[in-house]
């Protein structure tokens, strides 16, 4: 080696690249998770207030009762899980995933007395809402992760962040349904884990997913049409662990309440969102209607896409050489394609709910990723539909129209398959 020349380190001694905080690769979720607990605490117990001329708290509603089943549920009373005043209609994961707060409320002595008259600011709404509004967040993390997934760049996850608190406002510190955001967050965590050919984990995910709110039972077909044909049987009796394993339980304590919350899911069209599809449905005891007909319609429209998804697939499918991982495009499709099933539930309503339409704008806004003008549309889209679902409009055809024609603009935005191909597997 002559004089002067610079030595060159070999390659093999090049150091590998040191592994990135997860604060660091998490910090849009976890800013977006304590803004949205501050301006929820400070809207509920401040602001709100005044804007609508209450002396009390402008608390939700209907988080009481699920904090009563959670109650109920510490206390190994499994048969009043169903029963007056909690209201539950959905699975008892519902009430799993807020005991832990209200262990603490219960050892600090904090009653449960829904919010009125006599009760214009309670105490334990300190504790319960910023539990409730951090447990839901973890829809904004799974968002975060797939948008890392699909190499997203960094200021589009700031702004899907940003957007997705926006909207996960109004399943959250508005309507108080944790159970919806960690259901459809733990969806979007088997979504990335199936994508990765992790199909036993993305099961486990998608079991306790249901058993929190059997709402993502939609996506399911579409899931199964992309899994290998010799791994379903598995994925399907790892994913009906959790659900069969708490509602058994629920069922064996208290079958009678059990199966008419579960399978009926009454709702009130005079309380809530009357749709077109009300007058067709069954009539229950103090002027409610049976949700669960209608929303079998759902789940068999969900079919039809899971349909259409397998066929477009079957050629990755079977292409040389696939690990089972998925390609970015694959992944992007396929979180389309879970939106609009999600979106197939207000299609079907009865009765209507302003946070019914948050999961399928949450999905949306992933797939919208691909480009900054899909991502800002699919936005403010999203921002107008959480808005303008808080209007107390009570027309069949006009809200719930408006609604659907909502979702519809925000699919339309966040991806349009106009490829004639199927997308390919990585």
């Not at 509603?61 to 029963?83: E, F, K, P, S, V």
């Not at 319960?128 to 904004?140: D, H, K, N």
């Not at 979007?188 to 998608?206: D, G, N, Q």
């Not at 997913?209 to 399907?236: D, M, N, T, Y």
Request: proline share 9%; hydrophobic share 55%; aromatic share 10%.
């Amino acid at each position: 080696m002559t004089s002067g020349q610079a030595v060159r380190p070999s390659p093999a001694f090049v150091p590998a690249p040191a592994p990135v905080p997860w604060l660091v690769r998490r910090l849009f979720p976890v800013l977006a998770t304590v803004a949205l607990i501050v301006i929820g605490m400070i809207g509920t117990t401040l602001v709100g207030p005044h804007l609508i001329g209450r002396t009390g708290w402008a608390l939700p509603d209907d988080l009481w009762g699920t904090l009563i089943a959670a109650q109920r549920l510490l206390h190994l009373n499994l048969g009043g899980l169903y029963t007056q005043p909690t209201g539950l209609v959905t699975f008892p994961g519902a009430a799993v995933i807020l005991a832990p707060v209200v262990a603490v409320t219960d050892a600090a002595g904090l009653s449960l007395q829904h919010p009125g008259p006599h009760n214009h600011h309670p105490a334990v709404w300190l504790v319960a809402g910023p539990y409730m509004i951090a447990i839901s967040a973890v829809a904004l993390f799974a968002a975060d992760a797939l948008a890392e997934r699909l190499r997203v760049s960094r200021p589009k996850r700031f702004f899907l962040a940003v957007a997705s608190a926006v909207a996960l406002w109004n399943v959250s510190a508005e309507w108080g349904h944790p159970e919806d955001a960690v259901a459809v967050g733990l969806l979007l965590f088997a979504i990335l884990a199936l994508s990765e050919a992790r199909t036993a984990r993305s099961a486990w995910l998608i079991g306790a997913a249901i058993a929190v709110q059997p709402l993502v039972l939609l996506v399911l077909p579409i899931l199964l049409a992309v899994i290998e044909p010799r791994r379903v049987p598995g994925f399907l009796a790892r994913a009906a662990v959790p659900p069969a394993v708490l509602l058994g339980a629920a069922a064996a304590a208290n079958w009678h309440a059990t199966y008419l919350a579960v399978a009926h899911q009454p709702n009130w069209p005079t309380v809530d969102h009357p749709t077109p599809w009300t007058p067709l449905a069954p009539h229950m005891a103090g002027g409610a209607v049976a949700d669960g007909p209608f929303r079998l319609l759902a789940i068999l429209a969900a079919c039809g896409c899971a349909l259409i998804v397998a066929r477009r697939l079957r050629a990755g499918r079977h292409a040389a050489g696939w690990s089972g991982e998925w390609s970015g495009e694959t992944l992007r499709e396929l979180l389309w394609w879970a939106a609009l099933a999600l979106a197939l539930r207000c299609l079907f309503e009865p009765v209507m709910v302003a946070y019914y339409l948050w999961p399928a704008l949450a999905v949306a806004l992933i797939a919208a990723t691909r480009t900054w003008p899909r991502l800002l549309a699919t936005s403010v889209v999203a921002a107008a539909v959480t808005f303008g679902s808080q209007s107390d409009w009570r027309s069949p055809w006009g809200w719930w129209g408006s609604m659907v024609a909502g979702l519809g603009l925000a699919l339309f935005f966040s991806y349009v398959p106009l490829r004639s191909s199927p997308p390919q597997p990585a």
